[in-house]
Nanobody
Framework: QVTLVESGGGLVQAGGSLRLSCAAS????????MGWFRQAPGKEREFVAA????????YYADSVKGRFTISRDNAKNSVYLQMNYLKPEDTAAYYC???????????????????WGQGTQVTVSS
C-alpha cells in the first residue's frame, strides 16, 4: 500500500514558478514509476509528466515540455514537479500517481497507475 500526499500548490501570476512535491509512504516507492496529472474544472484528467524509478527516463506532455521538470529523490520517498513560465491554462488540480509495475510504458494512461494523491490546486492568474 502506498499513500501519496501532494503539496506546493498555490496562486501565482503568469510567468511565475511553483514547485510541487509528492511525499510517498511505502518501502517499495523507489521501484515505482511516478507521474503527475492535472484536472481543470469541467475537463478530463490529463497527463503532465512521468519519471522512471531510476530517473533515467522522463516523459512530458507537449503542453508543458520545456517549462516543467519532473524529478525524484528515492531516499526521501519524494517526487517533484518544477513548473516554470506558468500560464493561465496551467490552472488545475495537480495529482501525483504511482505505478507499481516499474515498467516505463503507457505512462500517459491514468488507469495504469495504482495509487493517487488527493491533489493540490495550482491557480495561475493572467
Amino acid at each position: 500500500q502506498v499513500t501519496l500526499v501532494e503539496s506546493g500548490g498555490g496562486l501565482v501570476q503568469a510567468g511565475g514558478s511553483l514547485r510541487l512535491s509528492c511525499a510517498a509512504s511505502g518501502r517499495t516507492f523507489s521501484r515505482y514509476v511516478m507521474g503527475w496529472f492535472r484536472q481543470a474544472p469541467g475537463k478530463e484528467r490529463e497527463f503532465v509528466a512521468a519519471i522512471s524509478w531510476t530517473s533515467a527516463s522522463t516523459y512530458y506532455a507537449d503542453s508543458v515540455k520545456g517549462r516543467f521538470t519532473i524529478s525524484r529523490d528515492n531516499a526521501k520517498n519524494s517526487v517533484y514537479l518544477q513548473m516554470n513560465y506558468l500560464k493561465p491554462e496551467d490552472t488545475a488540480a495537480y495529482y501525483c500517481a504511482a505505478d507499481s509495475k516499474s515498467v516505463f510504458r503507457s505512462v500517459v494512461v491514468a488507469t495504469e497507475y495504482d495509487y493517487w494523491g488527493q491533489g493540490t490546486q495550482v491557480t495561475v492568474s493572467s
